[in-house]
């Protein structure tokens, strides 16, 4: 993860998709993975006044370059799979806002 006061953090974009079976027991199965690295920040004050008014909590911000962000609406880091409440463009840049979830899914790749 390189320097332990780097910001650093990999995360794997997801995009999940819930499947039912015959007797309609939901699975989550993993469409899309794609492994990037992005920088942790905190959460400032407003942005939790943010969530709040959302009525979700952030854990957690990432900061991606664009290019690299694919649209998925879920992170998994550290086998916790997080949602992404919100993004926020910041010119190259985007701010992934993430909450953490107890999903589980199938990963079948």
């Keep these: 993860m390189g320097h332990p006061n780097s910001p650093s ?9 819930s499947i039912k079976d015959e007797i309609g027991n939901k ?29 979700v909590t952030f854990d957690l911000k990432v900061i991606l370059q664009c290019f690299l962000y694919d649209g998925s609406k879920y992170a998994g880091i550290d086998g916790v799979i997080y949602k992404i409440e919100r993004t926020y463009v910041n010119g190259q840049y985007i701010e992934l806002y993430l909450s953490s979830t107890d999903i589980e899914v199938i990963d079948n790749g």
């Design 9 to 17: 953090i990999s995360l794997t974009l997801l995009q999940i998709s």
């Design 27 to 55: 699975t989550n199965v993993i469409k899309t993975k794609k492994e990037v690295v992005g920088i942790t920040r905190s959460i400032t004050q407003n942005e939790y006044q943010t969530s709040i008014q959302m009525k």
